[in-house]
């Protein structure tokens, strides 16, 4: 069963701390992308790739965030310094084309303290 | 730029009542739509999508959804409510370019009571 999966589930962290999360893909998808959750916000796109190259991530702090993806099999959300204000979920997606269906990971459920 | 608007925060339905999720939206071109369904603590999952063709779409878990171009709106509905079914339900639209990555709406929680 094909599935994206992302790690860690739950993070918790102090302000001001490095935080990586991580996402592999489902085999064989093209597109990935970094969506945000949050009660007041919604899904937020952060990012997103098409065969590994960075198609738009103007949705993400740019000081502070920064969004890779170092082969076919990896993607990487990595947040430093990080603040109480990107407490949130992050959800990893990925699919066969930008505008076509996208299937989601479980999350990576950030709290900043 | 496309946006999407789901004008329910909360919908309540008795169970075995027929369920309707209303979604409108607003792109500059022909719409490619899609229903997500999300569980607690879970990732949203696809439900069905609208590309081109007949405009009732049959999507998983009985749940179906009609595209009506002149209203501008993708609703959601079930003939008949399972208490199972209740969730947080997302509409999504991109471009039928393709090129265009998806924009959701900011979810109806829907809560159906046996």
């Known amino acids: 069963d094909a599935r994206v999966t992302q790690t860690p589930r739950d993070k918790v962290t102090e302000m001001g701390q490095e935080v990586t999360m991580r996402c592999q893909p489902i085999?064989?998808?093209?597109?990935v992308f970094w969506y945000r959750q949050t009660m007041m916000q919604g899904l937020e796109l952060l990012a997103y790739?098409?065969?590994?190259?960075?198609?738009?991530d103007s949705g993400m702090p740019k000081d502070r965030f920064s969004a890779e993806m170092p082969d076919a099999t990896l993607a990487t959300l990595k947040i430093q310094p990080s603040e109480p204000r990107d407490s949130a979920v992050y959800f990893c997606?990925?699919?066969?084309?930008?505008?076509?269906?996208?299937?989601f990971g479980q999350g990576t459920r950030l709290t900043v303290v | 730029a496309q946006s999407v608007a789901q004008p329910e925060d909360q919908v309540n339905v008795a169970e075995g009542n027929p369920l309707t999720v209303k979604c409108t939206y607003s792109?500059?071109?022909?719409?490619?739509l899609f229903w997500y369904v999300q569980y607690p603590n879970r990732g949203l999952q696809f439900l069905l999508k609208?590309?081109?063709?007949?405009?009732l779409v049959k999507g998983s878990y009985g749940f179906e959804a009609e595209f009506n171009k002149s209203q501008t709106s993708f609703h959601l509905k079930k003939p008949s409510a399972l208490v199972s079914d209740s969730a947080l339900y997302f509409c999504?639209?991109?471009?039928?370019?393709?090129?265009?990555?998806?924009?959701f709406g900011k979810g109806t929680r829907l809560s159906v009571i046996a």
């Open positions: 609208y590309i081109t063709g007949d405009n």
């Open positions: 997606a990925s699919g066969l084309g930008t505008g076509l269906e996208a299937f």
């Open positions: 085999l064989g998808h093209n597109t």
């Open positions: 790739f098409r065969n590994r190259a960075p198609l738009d």
């Open positions: 999504a639209v991109s471009l039928n370019s393709g090129n265009t990555p998806l924009v």
């Open positions: 792109v500059s071109g022909n719409p490619y």
